[in-house]
C-alpha cells in the first residue's frame, strides 16, 4: 500500500510543475526560431534589393537612395 500512495502522490506532484514550464520554454523556443527566421529573410530581401539594377528599381517605383536607405539598416529593424 505504500508503494501504491508514493507512486500517486508523485503523478500529482510532478505532472502540475513540470508540464507547464515545457510549454513556456516550448513557445519561447518556437519564438526565438520565428525571429531568427524573420531576421534571416530581411537579410536576404535587402541582398535580393542591392542587386537589383535601375530599370527593375524604376519598375518597383524605387529610387537608389531609397534602396541604400533600406539595405544600410541593420537585419533586426524593419
Not at 502522490?9 to 502540475?16: A, E, G
Request: aromatic share 8%; proline share 4%; charged share 35%.
Amino acid at each position: 500500500m505504500d508503494g501504491l500512495m508514493r507512486h500517486e502522490m508523485t503523478d500529482y506532484h510532478l505532472s502540475p510543475v513540470t508540464e507547464q514550464p515545457r510549454i513556456e520554454r516550448r513557445s519561447a523556443f518556437l519564438g526565438l526560431v520565428e525571429l531568427f527566421s524573420l531576421w534571416r529573410r530581411r537579410i536576404r530581401e535587402r541582398q535580393e534589393l542591392a542587386r537589383l539594377g535601375e530599370r527593375d528599381l524604376h519598375d518597383l517605383g524605387l529610387s537608389r537612395s531609397d534602396v541604400y536607405g533600406e539595405i544600410g539598416k541593420p537585419f533586426w529593424r524593419a
